[in-house]
């Protein structure tokens, strides 16, 4: 029997045993891409509140835009000379996040047209297995060519070092 | 017994409210499909996130031609995953929130959040003006030759004079 989505017996109890309970259903690869899909949806969702409140930058402080993006090259600049500078395990720290976030879109997406199969193409259920396994062959296909793509540049200097020329940091207003 | 082999928990809502969000979830989805990988596609490996900065927002939105269609493409790619993501939200957090009052506080939560969210960004989108002295001020600060466009070498030609 399917279970309907809000079992009052499953809410009954503690906090930690829902959490529990929430991870726990049917097993094998219905579970994990449920729980993957899951995961990965608000992890997506953490990210876009940073990159829209990034993005307002743009249009109410443009200096403080580029100062802020700067940072995801490992470019700290803006502030105290004693601080600002080139700092590569930064620069490595946002690449593998940009990888984590590409990976969590597509597995996010290629999950999402798996399951909109199955909602409007009931048939696609006795299939499942094999969809899966297709998501997960198109995924790494993916993933193997964007891993070389995002993370070679890192193998040379930053395009923005040109920054740590600077004496004077841009003032963190816009210049209009 | 009969679905259980891949079924799982997934559940059709039978009406009202839910039925409508579980139908938007899908087609929301699939339009960010599209959406969201072109623009990752787009900002992560066509160009990189280390080429990216005010003058690359503003190459894309204030663009002569196609300004814009970014512009549309961002608005309506915000406005899905805003409703998409905190929908998704509220449907995780209703496993684990069960009062119903609760429920109310943490709804309207969410929902007063993602408004305030949609609105600085689609006011991002919808009023950027490109700043063209900004530009030619960061350019020369960071050791670029000054662009060569005909509206922006003059005011690029008085800023090099000014730092001799």
Known sequence: MSQSLRTPQVYRRGFRDRLVEGLRYGGGVGQWSWLIHRLTGLGILLFLVIHIVD??????????????????????????????????????????????????????????????????????????????????????????????????PLFSAPEHVPVLKTASAPAMVPSR | MAKRSGAGRRVKPAGGFELLAWYWMRISGLLLVVLALG???????????????YAFVASRWAAPKTGFFWRIWDLSMISLAMFHGFNGLRQVLDEYVINPSRRVVVHTLIWSFMFALLGIGSYAILMFQKDEKYINQWELEHGRVANSSPSTSPASSVLVDSTR
């Open chain 2, 39 to 53: 623009h990752l596609f787009i900002t992560h490996i066509i160009y990189n996130v280390e080429s990216i900065n």
């Open chain 1, 55 to 152: 993005t307002f930058f743009v249009v109410a402080f443009p200096a403080l835009y580029d100062h802020t993006v700067a940072i995801y090259s490992g470019i700290i600049s803006g502030l105290h000379p004693t601080v600002n500078g080139y700092y590569w395990p930064l620069r490595w720290v946002f690449r593998l996040g940009e990888l984590g976030l590409i990976a969590s879109v597509l597995f996010h997406a290629l999950n999402g047209i798996r399951i909109v199969l199955f909602d409007f193409w009931p048939k696609a259920v006795n299939h499942q297995k094999t969809l899966f396994n297709a998501v997960q062959i198109v995924f790494w296909v993916i993933m193997i060519l964007v891993t070389i793509r995002v993370v070679s």
